[in-house]
């Protein structure tokens, strides 16, 4: 089945640097990968889509100049998190979409625990 | 606008009774749907989905779940449930139309042994 490897599952990051998470779908193209944030308790809050080979689509309300997110090939994209604040602090949580849908629609990474310090 | 809604929050049940937790969908073309669960300190499991045909849905671990297009629903079920179901259980829905994957406010599910 369709897997989508994300790394790294924990880090830990000094306040004002930057962090970069992958997101890799190992054995389908992924046209449309997805960033999600998860606070605790909370449900999962889309940030951004992003399509291969083209600037990434932001939700109302978060910031593109914080998250840089790339989207440089089929089965890569990348999620940074730029001058990182305790705030930052949180769960991101990838997806890949490739087709047909049914087979490889939405299938999500086991996401990576940021916290800055 | 694309949204999807779970009404109840935190359901509380003992163990062997029956489950149903609503979702409630709202879109515009064609819609995909899908119910995932997410056990304590663990990432998201997919338990079932809807993309087209028999709108009966069964799923993982005796779920199943409900694609009624008039009432916009996709309601999960399960007929008795055990203290291992305890977890947050997150229904979503993928516009064909945007491609994106919109997630409900989630239900907390506490099954007393």
């Known amino acids: 089945g369709a897997v989508v490897s994300q790394h790294p599952s924990r880090v830990i990051c000094k306040s004002g640097t930057s962090v970069k998470i992958e997101c890799r779908s190992l054995?389908?193209?992924?046209?449309?990968m997805f960033w999600y944030r998860q606070f605790p308790k909370q449900s999962l809050m889309l940030m951004a889509t992003s399509n291969e080979g083209s600037k990434a689509t932001y939700e109302q309300g978060v910031e593109k100049d914080k998250f840089l997110i790339n989207h440089a090939s089929l089965t890569l994209s990348t999620l940074t998190v730029t001058s990182a604040h305790p705030e930052d602090s949180s769960f991101y949580i990838c997806s890949a979409r490739g087709q047909p849908e049914a087979n490889y629609g939405y299938t999500f990474g086991s996401g990576t625990r940021l916290t800055v310090v | 606008a694309q949204s999807v809604s779970q009404h109840n929050h935190h359901v509380i049940l003992s163990e062997a009774a029956s489950l149903e937790l609503g979702c409630n969908y709202s879109?515009?073309?064609?819609?995909?749907l899908f119910w995932y669960v997410q056990y304590p300190g663990q990432h998201l499991q997919l338990l079932l989905k809807y993309f087209s045909g028999d709108p009966l849905v069964k799923g993982i671990k005796g779920f199943e779940a409900e694609f009624i297009k008039s009432k916009f629903s996709f309601n999960l079920r399960k007929p008795s449930v055990q203290w291992s179901d305890t977890a947050e259980y997150f229904c979503?829905?993928?516009?064909?139309?945007?491609?994106?994957?919109?997630f409900g406010q989630g239900t907390t599910l506490q099954v007393k042994p």
């Open positions: 979503a829905g993928g516009s064909s139309n945007t491609g994106k994957l919109i």
């Open positions: 879109y515009g073309g064609t819609v995909n």
């Open positions: 054995d389908f193209q992924a046209t449309t």
